[in-house]
T-cell receptor
Framework: QQQVKQSPQSLIVQKGGISIINCAYENTAFDYFPWYQQFPGKGPALLIAIRPDVSEKKEGRFTISFNKSAKQFSLHIMDSQPGDSATYFCAATRQGAQKLVFGQGTRLTINP | GAGVSQSPRYKVTKRGQDVALRCDPISGHVSLYWYRQALGQGPEFLTYFNYEAQQDKSGLPNDRFSAERPEGSISTLTIQRTEQRDSAMYRC??????????????FGPGTRLTVL
């Protein structure tokens, strides 16, 4: 059972553009939604995270939008840069469970 | 400071052999997690520990897989009688707070296991 579905699988954006990656979840008990960034040969690293008591969280050029009723959340990268080229994973977990349930990943390429 | 380290980074073994994968978490971190990541996929949970206690092993595929963390620090994931389908990247992560608010999992570089 795929509890977190992520799209698109791959995305190409021009430098300076907005990158948008979407995720949908099934388990309404999830209460913590992190996004991880992974560069080739490296482990995933936490980028930004949100809890369902807010609809949006912004950190620099990165914004998470959260829609609790639709069970969806998305990552927006503003003014995308070539250095943002990486694979991005959304994830979810719930209080007390600790384990993360990951989406399938999105390979993002920013063209210069 | 030092991050999560894993060894070996690459392991090639023949079908039927046992393998042991090691994880060194960030010093002082309470929780340690094991995930498996297939090529082009997100990490998939295997098991985790708080201190030396294994809290959840629901993700271990079958009884050939086991993990331990005897002193609450270094952990070993053991796969017995390896099969070709076990080939994957095995990632370890650690976190400081055992899932409390704001807890973050820090991932290691992984061990690439290839079973021939």
């Amino acid at each position: 059972q795929q509890q977190v579905k992520q799209s698109p699988q791959s995305l190409i954006v021009q430098k300076g553009g907005i990158s948008i990656i979407n995720c949908a979840y099934e388990n309404t008990a999830f209460d913590y939604f992190p996004w991880y960034q992974q560069f080739p040969g490296k482990g995933p690293a936490l980028l930004i995270a949100i809890r369902p008591d807010v609809s949006e969280k912004k950190e620099g050029r990165f914004t998470i939008s959260f829609n609790k009723s639709a069970k969806q959340f998305s990552l927006h990268i503003m003014d995308s840069q070539p250095g943002d080229s990486a694979t991005y994973f959304c994830a979810a977990t719930r209080q007390g469970a600790q384990k993360l349930v990951f989406g399938q990943g999105t390979r993002l390429t920013i063209n210069p | 400071g030092a991050g999560v380290s894993q060894s070996p980074r690459y392991k090639v073994t023949k079908r039927g052999q046992d393998v042991a994968l090691r994880c060194d978490p960030i010093s002082g971190h309470v929780s340690l997690y094991w995930y498996r990541q297939a090529l082009g996929q997100g990490p998939e949970f295997l098991t985790y520990f708080n201190y030396e206690a294994q809290q959840d092993k629901s993700g271990l595929p079958n009884d050939r897989f086991s993990a331990e963390r005897p002193e609450g620090s270094i952990s070993t994931l053991t796969i017995q009688r390896t099969e070709q389908r076990d080939s994957a990247m095995y990632r370890c992560a650690s976190s400081p707070f055992a899932g409390g608010p704001g807890d973050t999992q820090y991932f290691g570089p992984g061990t690439r296991l290839t079973v021939l």
